[in-house]
T-cell receptor, first 114, second 111 residues
């Protein structure tokens, strides 16, 4: 059973471009969480999704950021018109339905905006 | 905001037990104590969790005080690979409760 897969591992974007971060949860997991870790800081919750539904997006910036978890395929975190302040590590976690005793994290995508 | 307080850093000699404290004085009756660690910018790794009884697994032991206002994570024989940031998190089990990470404790295991 493969773990949570995130790709790309490293992503470089110029200011104003779009960034798409993908997360494939563990097999059988239908809960996905996205977290952001700015340099030298702790992880901050962004959004929680189940298949085709956004459950909690209280940590998402109001503009430029969106997330989806379609019926088929990976979860996508999309950042439009990236700025230097978006440079961070973005981690995805998944948990099984219905229990989410523990969340399994991917290795993250490191976004650098130049 | 995180509901826990941890020392920012600790050191431990290789082969010795590492005891990482955590204060969670406002914990409610149905909240669990979870521990995760993050090794050098990798994804966080689940370690252990408990409600009120002490817990042990292949990685660590978790000791929760009787009043549940504090707990200690014990790594019985620390190795260099245990050097990481350790996060103590209070959350409800089940449902959609997200993990709220604080600053954690940077544990350095020295040879």
């Amino acid at each position: 059973n493969a773990g949570v897969m995130q790709n790309p591992r490293h992503l470089v974007r110029r200011r104003g471009q779009e960034a798409r971060l993908r997360c494939s949860p563990m097999k059988g997991h239908s809960h996905v969480y996205w977290y952001r870790q700015l340099p030298e800081e702790g992880l901050k919750f962004m959004v929680y999704l189940q298949k085709e539904n956004i459950i909690d997006e209280s940590g998402m910036p109001k503009e430029r950021f969106s997330a989806e978890f379609p019926k088929e395929g990976p979860s996508i975190l999309r950042i439009q018109q990236v700025v230097r302040g978006d440079s961070a590590a973005y981690f995805c976690a998944s948990s099984p339905l219905p229990s989410n005793t523990e969340a399994f994290f991917g290795q993250g995508t490191r976004l650098t905006v130049v | 905001d995180a509901k826990t307080t941890q020392p920012p850093s600790m050191d431990c000699a290789e082969g010795r037990a590492a005891n990482l404290p955590c204060n969670h004085s406002t914990i409610s009756g149905n909240e669990y104590v979870y521990w995760y660690r993050q090794i050098h910018s990798q994804g966080p790794q689940y370690i252990i969790h408990g409600l009120k009884n002490n817990e042990t697994n292949e990685m660590a032991s978790l000791i929760i005080t009787e009043d549940r206002k504090s707990s200690t994570l014990i790594l019985p024989h620390a190795t260099l690979r245990d050097t990481a940031v350790y996060y103590c998190i209070v959350r409800l089990q089940g449902g959609s409760e997200k993990l709220v990470f604080g600053k954690g404790t940077k544990l350095t295991v020295n040879p």
